[in-house]
């Protein structure tokens, strides 16, 4: 199984077996597999939305460069 990462901080996550949830010692998140799914998938929704938006605006911008006055 790969590594996991803090989703906050990025520093590894530990798995406790005994109360099945993963741990971080950097920032101290205690989440269960599914809370840490959840979060992950929060971030990159908000990562594609602004990859949208930077999408829109690049775009815009090529047309108004090119437009010919």
Do not use: H
């Not at 901080?9 to 599914?34: E, I």
């Not at 829109?56 to 010919?68: G, H, N, T």
Request: aromatic content about 12%.
């Amino acid at each position: 199984m790969p590594e996991q990462l803090c989703p906050e901080c990025g520093a590894t996550l530990f798995y406790d077996s005994p109360t099945k949830r993963y741990a971080c010692k950097g920032c101290g998140l205690y989440v269960t597999k599914d809370e840490l799914v959840n979060i992950k998938d929060k971030l990159r929704q908000g990562t594609d939305e602004y990859r949208k938006r930077k999408q829109q605006q690049s775009e815009y911008l090529e047309w108004w460069l090119s437009a010919k006055k």
